[in-house]
C-alpha cells in the first residue's frame, strides 16, 4: 500500500519487520523482494509521488571544494528518486575494479566481483535490460567486426540501456514503473512525505532502536524495526548518518571518522579530437547499435592500468554533425519534438534536409532497420573521456552551519580530484591516440587541459552525478563503514544500500551495481529476518 | 594560418600519408613539393624542434627520415608512410602540439619548418 504520512496519524508509531529509508534503485529494490513475503516492510520516502519544490529543497546544500553543481540539481527527492532523471546506461564493474591495486590508493572491495555475477544477472531483470551480456562477447553477438586494437592497451567496450523500439532510450522509472506492484503489497507500506530526522540506536550505539520521522510542516512520530537499511543515496546516506548524533557524538558508524570522506565522482570530459579522412569504419563499430540500446566505445585494458599505474578509464566517440547536415537538422528538430515543443528556426531546418536529402533519407533507413544513423563527413569527432576516480580521504560529504526546512544541518560537499586521475585521463587520451595511428584510422589531437600538470585542468571536467565512496564498504572497521554484507560496523540491524558503500566505482555508470548490491542485500535480510 | 583541424588534415596528417586510405593526397615528390598546406606542418614542426632542439639540423633531419629512400617520383610517399607505420607500431610517437604523431612525421614537418623540404 502507498500512503501519506501526513494524512496517516496511525504511521505515527509504527512497528514492522524492515524500514527500507529512500525509494529509489535501491530501496524500491529491496522492497520489491518482500512482496507477498510474511515480513512488513515499510518503505519510507520524503517526497510524494511526483516532483514537488519544497521537499527538493531539502537537497540544497553547500559545495566547498571543486566546482560542484548546486545539490539539489543532480538527484531527485520523490518516489523513485534519481532514476526518474538517470539515462539507464547500464555496465557492470570489471573484475580490477574490485580487486586491490597496488597503485590506486584505499582500493579493493571485500568481495570479490565473481560474487556480484549472478545479482548482476538479476539486476538486469530489475532494470528491465536485456541479457546480461558485455564484452567480446556482446560484440560477437551484435556481429561487429572492430578494428584490431592492442589488447594489451585497450579493450572494446559496450554499454547497454534501456529501450523501445523507434523511440531510442526509455529509461526505467522505478517509481512509476514499480508503483503498482508496490501498491497492491499487502505487506508492504510505501510512506511518502516522511523524512528521516534521526536514527537512534541503544546507548551503546550497537542497534537501531527506532527511526524518527517528520514531515515538513506536519506530524513527526517513530519506526520500530527488526532491520533497517539506509538508501538515500551517496551524499545522503553520510548525511543521516552523521545527523544521527544523540548517542554517538560524531555521527552513527562514524567511530573512525570515515562517514562521508572518500566521496567519489566519475570524471567527464572531451579529452580530444580526431581527424580522419574516412570515419566509416569508426561509425561503423565505435557508436549506437540496435538503436541505441548498446553503446559501443573503448577502455584501458587491465595491463595497461597496471603498467600506467592509472584508474579504469574509457572513452565514447561523439561524431558531430555538420550543421549544415540535412542528419543534424532532423537530429535537433527530433529532439525538440520529443520535448514537445515546435523546432527552432523551422523552415531552415527543413530546408536543410531538403538539401541534404540523400543524407537524411539514409539516416532515417538506418533508424528504421534499428542501426544508429551514421553522420556524413562529421564536422569533428570528439573523445568523450570517462574516469574513475581514485579515493581521496580529504574528498568528502560533511554538515553545514545552516539548516533545512526540517531543522536539519545541510550538506557540505568539498570534491576533490587528484594528478593521479588527469594522468588516468591522459593515458587515455594517448592510448587512443597511438591505436588508432597504428591502425590508420587517423590522428588524435589532444585537448591542453589534458596536458596540463598545474591543477589548471580540474575545469575543464566535469561530475557525472554519480555519488559514491561516503559509506565505503571493508572488512574492518578502521577502512570502511559497512561491511562486505553492507551492514554498518558495530551497529547490528543497520545496512546500507547504495553507491555509498563503493570504495572503488570503476567507469562505469553505478545504478546496475547499485541495484544488484542491493538485491544481494536483500538476500541477507531475508536470512537475518528468518533467523531472528 | 592557424593551425587547425582541417590545415593539420590537409598538411601533416594527410601530405605525409598518414595511412588514411582514400585521402586527397597532395602532391610529393622528391622536388620539395610535400604539402599542400605548409604552414600548418611548419606549425607543428616550430613546435617539435622547441620540444627538441637538439634536431634542430636539417642535414641530420633529412639523414634520418629520408636515407634510403627511393628516388622515383611518388615512392617517396610511401617510403614516409612506412616509416610511420613503423613508428606506430614501435611506439615511436610524440606529442607536437597535442597532436599525438609518429615520430617520422613529425620529424618531417621539422624540415619543412626549418626549410629543407619547401610547399
Keep these: ?532 | 594560418m592557424p593551425i587547425n583541424r582541417r590545415n593539420i588534415l590537409r598538411g601533416a596528417v594527410l601530405a605525409l600519408g598518414a595511412m588514411m586510405p582514400g585521402a586527397a593526397m597532395s602532391r610529393i615528390d622528391d622536388h620539395g613539393v610535400l604539402f599542400q598546406s605548409p604552414r600548418a606542418a611548419r606549425t607543428v614542426g616550430t613546435h617539435y624542434l622547441a620540444q627538441h632542439p637538439e634536431e634542430r639540423n636539417a642535414a641530420r633531419l633529412r639523414q634520418g627520415l629520408l636515407a634510403g629512400a627511393p628516388t622515383e617520383t611518388g615512392a617517396l610517399r610511401g617510403h614516409i608512410q612506412a616509416k610511420c607505420r613503423q613508428d606506430f607500431a614501435a611506439g615511436h610517437t610524440v606529442v607536437v602540439d597535442g597532436w599525438i604523431l609518429a615520430r617520422s612525421e613529425a620529424r618531417a614537418c621539422a624540415l619543412v619548418a626549418l626549410g629543407a623540404l619547401v610547399a
Design chain 1, 1 to 532: 500500500m502507498i500512503e501519506d504520512f501526513r494524512e496517516q496519524a496511525d504511521a505515527a508509531n509504527l512497528d514492522c519487520d524492515l524500514c527500507i529509508i529512500g525509494a529509489g534503485a535501491a530501496g524500491v529494490s529491496i522492497a520489491r523482494e518482500f512482496l507477498g513475503s510474511a515480513i512488513s516492510v515499510c518503505l519510507v520516502e520524503s517526497g510524494g509521488l511526483d516532483f514537488e519544490a519544497e521537499t527538493q529543497a531539502l537537497y540544497e546544500g553547500e559545495s566547498v571544494g571543486l566546482s560542484y553543481p548546486d545539490l539539489d540539481i543532480p538527484r531527485l527527492r520523490y518516489f523513485g528518486g534519481s532514476t526518474n532523471h538517470w539515462s539507464s546506461q547500464c555496465a557492470p564493474l570489471d573484475a580490477l575494479d574490485m580487486a586491490p591495486r597496488s597503485w590506486v590508493a584505499d582500493s579493493g572491495w571485500p568481495i570479490e566481483r565473481a560474487v556480484l555475477e549472478p545479482f548482476y544477472d538479476r539486476a538486469h531483470t530489475a532494470c528491465d535490460l536485456g541479457e546480461n551480456l558485455y564484452g567480446e562477447a556482446l560484440i560477437k553477438a551484435l556481429g561487429l567486426a572492430p578494428p584490431a586494437i592492442d589488447p594489451a592497451k585497450l579493450r572494446n567496450y559496450v554499454w547497454q540501456y534501456r529501450t523501445r523500439p523507434n523511440l531510442g532510450h526509455a529509461p526505467l522509472r522505478f517509481g512509476a514503473f514499480y508503483r503498482e506492484a508496490l501498491e497492491k503489497a499487502v505487506n508492504i507500506r510505501v510512506l511518502l512525505h516522511a523524512n528521516v530526522t534521526d536514527i537512534r540506536t541503544n546507548n551503546e550505539a550497537n542497534r537501531v532502536e527506532h527511526v524518527a520521522i517528520a514531515a515538513l510542516d506536519g506530524p513527526a512520530g517513530r519506526i520500530r524495526a527488526r532491520q533497517v537499511v539506509l538508501a538515500c543515496g551517496g551524499i545522503e546516506n553520510a548525511r543521516i548518518m552523521l545527523l544521527s548524533d544523540k548517542i554517538e557524538p560524531n555521527g552513527l558508524g562514524n567511530r573512525h571518522d570515515l562517514v562521508g570522506r572518500y566521496f567519489l565522482e566519475h570524471i567527464t570530459g572531451f579529452g580530444g579530437r580526431m581527424v580522419t579522412a574516412d570515419s566509416t569504419p569508426l561509425q561503423e563499430n565505435y557508436n549506437y547499435h540496435q538503436n541505441t540500446k548498446f553503446w559501443f566505445g573503448l577502455a584501458l585494458s587491465e595491463a595497461l592500468q597496471g603498467s600506467a599505474e592509472v584508474a579504469n578509464c574509457a572513452a565514447l566517440l561523439q561524431y558531430v554533425p555538420n550543421m549544415e547536415s540535412g542528419v543534424g537538422a532532423l537530429r535537433r528538430m527530433w529532439a525538440d519534438i520529443r520535448e514537445g515543443e515546435v523546432p527552432d528556426d523551422l523552415g531552415q531546418e527543413v530546408l536543410r534536409v531538403i538539401k541534404d536529402l540523400d543524407g537524411a533519407s539514409t539516416a532515417i533507413w538506418q533508424r528504421l532497420a534499428g542501426k544508429a544513423p551514421r553522420v556524413a563527413n562529421p564536422a569533428e569527432i570528439l573523445l568523450d573521456i570517462r574516469s574513475e576516480q581514485v579515493p581521496n580521504r580529504d574528498s568528502r560529504v560533511m554538515l553545514a552551519d545552516d539548516v533545512d526546512g526540517l531543522g536539519l544541518r545541510r550538506t557540505r560537499l568539498d570534491w576533490r580530484m587528484g594528478e593521479q586521475d588527469r594522468r588516468t585521463m591522459e593515458v587515455m587520451g594517448r592510448t587512443l591516440g597511438e591505436e588508432f595511428g597504428r591502425l590508420g584510422l587517423g590522428r588524435v589531437r589532444l585537448e591542453d587541459w589534458l596536458l596540463a600538470t598545474d591543477g589548471s585542468w580540474t575545469g575543464d571536467v566535469v561530475e557525472s552525478s554519480h555519488h559514491m565512496g561516503t559509506t565505503r564498504m571493508a572488512t574492518m572497521p578502521q577502512r570502511g563503514v559497512v561491511d562486505e554484507h553492507c551492514r554498518v560496523h558495530g551497529v547490528e540491524n543497520l545496512h546500507v544500500a547504495g553507491s555509498s558503500v563503493f570504495p572503488t566505482g570503476g567507469h562505469v555508470n553505478p545504478t546496475l551495481t547499485i541495484v544488484a548490491l542491493a538485491l544481494r542485500l536483500a538476500d541477507t535480510l531475508k536470512d537475518n529476518l528468518a533467523r531472528a
